[in-house]
């Protein structure tokens, strides 16, 4: 048994496989170990370089739709998707984020835009010349996202935007932003509209940066009087919510392949560690307690596997996968901060060293059990989803 093994599974196909050994030399070959400076504009510089560089690899075309924009495929391959957060986290955090935000950023575009809006913004995405972000968290509004209060009011051909966005990835290096605010069709999550703002919009600011233990590019975004033409709206009005659920749902899946990833190296880091520190006239691998903390890692490790991949391939079968794809985040992220954990205690003193590799992966892990939906928020979906169906079967 081998925990690479995994590109065997069936749910994934030789393609895929293809894909991962090729990232994989990429990846050795490019990305080095997260840098000492976290100054802001240190970690801006690393990000773009990290946009160009995935773009010029190809590696991009696989975050957007349509091969007429640029795309590896005609929709996003969500299996590819995870694969590839997978097998860029294990090398660094910040070429996933990267990958991550290009997708994220512009995924509604993909699914749901203009044949102009694709044309605009899609080919810039996938060669990594224009910066993507998503924009719907507010103050007010984080996990109880449908409270938002972002305002966009209709003026003749243009929408007016007033209002606050904060925790927005990319925020500061975007060259635009899928803005999310108010029309007000309905109360609630169904008076939503999205917008594709571009960065040099005036009336947008960046009015704070935001800096954060795994740093990347992070900022709070003031909206004032920010004109953009009515063009710029993505889909139907007060279908903002339902667009940024659809871009979710394809998306969180992948946040458990990042988390996968941290995971796997660990269990490498601590396997290595492990095998070669002596003490007590043997090594630490040699003590049981050390083989239980291993076995759990590689278990959960595989657990947290299969339900990625498998919400993954049932997304691209075309398949609803919004409890599927909570399970696989929820479980990824959870599994892998203990993962992670275990090896930090298993290098001792040394895990804690700034610079080491597993204290580093301490802190990439953190945020990834708050954003795209909080361990609790996924557990409310799951809870919804099978609660839901058990009322349907005992009515059907
Ligand atoms: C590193 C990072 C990057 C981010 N990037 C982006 C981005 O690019 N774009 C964007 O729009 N947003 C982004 N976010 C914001 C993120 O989506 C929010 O932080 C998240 O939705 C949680 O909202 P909140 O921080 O306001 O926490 P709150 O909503 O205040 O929730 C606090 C905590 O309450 C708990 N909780 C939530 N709901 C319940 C419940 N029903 N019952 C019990 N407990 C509950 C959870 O543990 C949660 O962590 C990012 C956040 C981080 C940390």
């Not at 802001?40 to 349509?66: E, F, N, P, S, T």
């Not at 449908?146 to 209002?163: E, M």
Request: some cysteine.
């Amino acid at each position: 048994m081998s925990y690479g093994s995994h590109f065997d599974w069936p749910f994934l196909e030789p393609r895929h496989k293809a894909l991962a050994t090729e990232l994989e030399q990429w990846a050795g070959q490019t990305l080095s170990d997260e840098a000492s400076d976290h100054s802001v504009r240190a970690v801006d510089d690393a990000c773009r370089k990290l946009v160009r560089q995935l773009g010029d690899g190809g590696w991009l075309k696989y975050a957007i739709g349509g091969t007429a924009y640029g795309g590896s495929a005609n929709t996003i391959d969500t299996r590819a998707l995870c694969l590839i957060r997978e097998t860029l986290a294990r090398h660094s955090g910040l070429a996933d984020f990267a990958f991550a935000m290009q997708g994220l950023g512009s995924g509604a575009i993909s699914i749901f835009g203009t044949q102009e809006q694709r044309h605009r913004y899609l080919p810039r995405v996938a060669e990594g010349s224009a910066i993507a972000a998503f924009a719907i968290s507010e103050p007010d509004a984080g996990s109880d996202v449908a409270a938002l209060q972002c305002a966009a009011r209709k003026d003749g051909d243009f929408y007016v935007i007033d209002g606050e966005k904060t925790w927005i990835s990319n925020g500061g290096i975007a060259d635009f932003y899928l803005v999310f605010a108010r029309t007000g069709e309905a109360p609630g999550a169904k008076g939503i509209s999205a917008f594709l703002v571009d960065a040099d919009t005036p009336g947008l600011d960046i009015t704070k940066r935001i800096e954060v233990m795994a740093p990347h590019p992070l900022a709070h975004l003031t909206f004032k009087d920010c004109r953009i033409p009515a063009v710029q709206r993505l889909g139907n009005s007060g279908q903002g919510f339902k667009m940024a659920m659809a871009t979710l749902d394809i998306f969180r899946s992948s946040v458990a392949g990042a988390a996968l990833g941290f995971a796997r190296r660990a269990l490498q880091e601590a396997l290595e560690r492990a095998t070669s520190r002596k003490m007590f006239g043997q090594v630490l691998a040699d003590f049981q307690l050390t083989q239980a903390k291993l076995a759990r890692m590689a278990t959960d490790i595989d657990s947290a596997a299969l339900l990625t991949y498998r919400a993954a391939w049932l997304k691209d079968m075309g398949h609803s996968v919004t409890v599927e794809a909570a399970m696989a985040k929820m479980t990824a992220t959870e599994i892998a901060q203990h993962a992670i954990d275990s090896a930090v205690q298993i290098f001792g003193a040394l895990g804690v060293v700034s610079g080491q590799v597993v204290e580093r992966l301490y802190r990439e892990i953190r945020p990834l059990r708050i954003y795209e939906g909080a361990t609790e928020v996924q557990e409310l979906v799951i809870a919804r989803g099978i609660i839901k169906e058990h009322k349907g079967s005992e009515r059907g």
